[in-house]
C-alpha cells in the first residue's frame, strides 16, 4: 500500500471512529438547535445582569463600541476554535484536546487546555446557583407587591434581608439546581434540546416584551442615546480591559461549555457561520437588555452607574414606582432565572461528560455525583453573605474569590492555551478542514487573529490584573 493510500486509510478509518462515536454520544438534531444551545450557553448573567451595570460605570456608548470590537476581534475567533475542537474531537473537553493533540503528534498534556475548562466551568455553576437563587426569589416578591412604594434604602434593605437568610438561599439555590440536573440527565435531545427549545424562544420573548414597555413607560431615547451615541471622554484604558474581558465572559469562553457543545454538532454544519451568529445573538441580547434597563432607571431617577446592586437593588425602586411594576418586574425576574438556567445547563455538562466518558459512569449517576459536589461547593457561597461573612481568603469572601479566579483568571487562562494550541500546535491544514471555510480570505484573517491577536488581547487582560498595565 502507497503512502498515500495509507493516509487515506487512516483518515477514513479515523472519520469512522469518530462517526461511530458521535452516534454513541448523539448529536444535535439540526444546526438550528445548536445555535439555541449555543445561544443558551452564551446568554446568561453576563448579559442581563453584569452588561448594564459595567455599561453604566463606564460611560455607556463608547464602551458598547470597544465590547463589540472585542466581540469580533476576540470572542468569535476563539468560539470558533472551541467548537472546532469539540467536533474534531467527539469528547469531553478534556478528551477532544487530547486525541487532536495526539493526531498532531504533540503531547497530550495539552489536554490541561479542556481540563482547565471544565474545572472552571464546574466552579463558575457553583456560586452561579446562588445568583440564579436570588432572581427566582425575587419572583414572588415581585409578584405579590413586595416593591409596591420602596425607597432605595429600603431596597437594599430588602436585599440585604435575602442575602442574610441561608435557608432561603440554600433553597432557592437548590430548586435551579435540581432544574439543571433534571435536564441534564435526560440527555442531549430527550433533556438538553428540548428544555432549550422552549427555554430561548421564551426569553426572547420576554426581553422584546420588557424593551416594549420601557419604550412606552420609560424615558427610551435617553436610553438609547446612553447605549448608542459615544462619548469618548468617558472612556479609560481600564474599560478598554473591562470590555475586553466581557466579550470573553459573555460567551461562555474558557469554561469548557462550547467544545461540549461542539462535540454533539453534527458533520457538515458550518462552525464560522453558526460561530458568528451565536456571538451577534448574544451581544442582541446584551443590548435589548441595556434597551430593557436603562429607560426605566433614567425614567425614575435612578444611577444608570449604580454597580452590581443595579438589577437587584435600582430595579426594584422603579418597579415599585411605575405602572404595572408588579407584572413588569416579575417577567423580568422570571426572565432572568430563565437566562441563568441555560446557562446553568451548559455549564454542567462538561463535568458531566468527562465523568460518563473517563469512569464509564451511566449519565444519571454522572449527574446525580455532579450535583451532590456542586450542592456543596455552593454552601460556601451561600455562607459567604451570613455565616461566614468575616471570613475572608486573600481580602475577599469566598464566594467574591470563586468569582474572581474563574472569571478574571482560569477563564483567560483556558482561553489562552486553547488559541495556542489551535494556532501553533495543530497542523493549519488540519484546522482549515475542520472549521470548513475553506482557505481564502476569511480563513487567513481567522488565523492571524487566532495566532497573534487574540492572545495578545488575553496576555493585556492578565497585564492588567497583575497591575502592570
Not at 409596591?148 to 430548586?175: D, K, Q
Not at 435600582?314 to 418586574?329: E, R, S, Y
Request: overall charge positive.
Amino acid at each position: 500500500m502507497t503512502d498515500k493510500s495509507s493516509l487515506a486509510a487512516g483518515t477514513l478509518g479515523g472519520a469512522s471512529v469518530r462517526t461511530q462515536q458521535s452516534a454513541a454520544r448523539g448529536l444535535w438534531s439540526s444546526r438550528w438547535v445548536f445555535f439555541l444551545a449555543a445561544t443558551g450557553s452564551a446568554v446568561g448573567l453576563g448579559n442581563i445582569w453584569k452588561f448594564p451595570y459595567i455599561t453604566g460605570e463606564n460611560g455607556g456608548g463608547a464602551f458598547v463600541l470597544v465590547y463589540l470590537g472585542c466581540i469580533l476581534l476576540i470572542g468569535i475567533p476563539l468560539l470558533m476554535a472551541e467548537v472546532m475542537i469539540g467536533r474534531r474531537g467527539r469528547q469531553n473537553p478534556d478528551g477532544a484536546v487530547a486525541r487532536l493533540a495526539r493526531e498532531a503528534g504533540a503531547s497530550t498534556k495539552w489536554r490541561v487546555a479542556g481540563w482547565l475548562g471544565g474545572l472552571t466551568g464546574f466552579l463558575i455553576l457553583s456560586f452561579y446557583l446562588v445568583v440564579a437563587g436570588w432572581a427566582l426569589a425575587y419572583v414572588p416578591t415581585t409578584l405579590s407587591g413586595g416593591f409596591n412604594g420602596v425607597t432605595g434604602e429600603a431596597s437594599g434593605e430588602l436585599f440585604g434581608a435575602l442575602l442574610a437568610n441561608p435557608l432561603r438561599l440554600i433553597l432557592c439555590g437548590s430548586l435551579v439546581l435540581a432544574a439543571t440536573m433534571l435536564i441534564v440527565g435526560l440527555g442531549v435531545r430527550g433533556g438538553l434540546e428540548r428544555s432549550l427549545r422552549f427555554l430561548m424562544p421564551g426569553l426572547f420573548v420576554l426581553l422584546l416584551a420588557l424593551v416594549g414597555y420601557a419604550a412606552l413607560n420609560g424615558e427610551f431615547a435617553r436610553g438609547v442615546e446612553f447605549l448608542f451615541v459615544p462619548d469618548f471622554s468617558k472612556l479609560t484604558a481600564t474599560s478598554v480591559l473591562i470590555a475586553l474581558g466581557h466579550a470573553f465572559f459573555t460567551l461562555s469562553l474558557g469554561c469548557g461549555a462550547m467544545m461540549v457543545y461542539g462535540s454533539y454538532l453534527p458533520e457538515g454544519t458550518s462552525i464560522a457561520k453558526t460561530s458568528i451568529l451565536v456571538a451577534l445573538a448574544d451581544t442582541a441580547v446584551a443590548l435589548l437588555a441595556g434597551l430593557a434597563i436603562f429607560p426605566l432607571v433614567f425614567g425614575n431617577g435612578l444611577e444608570p452607574g449604580a454597580g452590581p446592586g443595579l438589577i437587584f437593588v435600582t430595579l426594584p425602586i422603579a418597579f415599585g414606582q411605575m405602572p404595572l411594576g408588579q407584572l413588569v418586574g416579575g417577567l423580568f425576574f422570571i426572565m432572568l432565572v430563565i437566562a441563568a438556567l441555560t446557562s446553568a445547563i451548559s455549564l454542567s455538562e462538561p463535568s458531566i461528560a468527562w465523568m460518563t466518558e473517563r469512569f464509564g459512569m451511566s449519565r444519571m449517576k454522572a449527574v446525580l455525583t455532579s450535583g451532590a459536589l456542586l450542592w456543596l461547593l455552593s454552601l460556601g457561597s451561600v455562607f459567604s453573605f451570613n455565616y461566614w461573612s468575616e471570613y475572608m481568603l486573600f481580602g475577599k469572601t469566598f464566594f467574591d474569590s470563586l468569582d474572581y479566579l474563574t472569571t478574571n483568571w482560569l477563564m483567560p487562562l483556558g482561553g489562552l492555551c486553547t488559541v495556542l494550541f489551535t494556532g501553533w500546535v495543530l497542523k493549519e491544514q488540519t484546522v482549515r478542514e475542520a472549521i470548513g471555510i475553506g482557505q481564502g480570505g476569511l480563513f487567513r484573517a481567522w488565523w492571524l487573529l487566532l495566532r497573534f491577536g487574540t492572545p495578545l488581547a488575553i496576555v493585556l487582560v492578565f497585564l492588567n490584573l497583575s497591575g502592570l498595565i
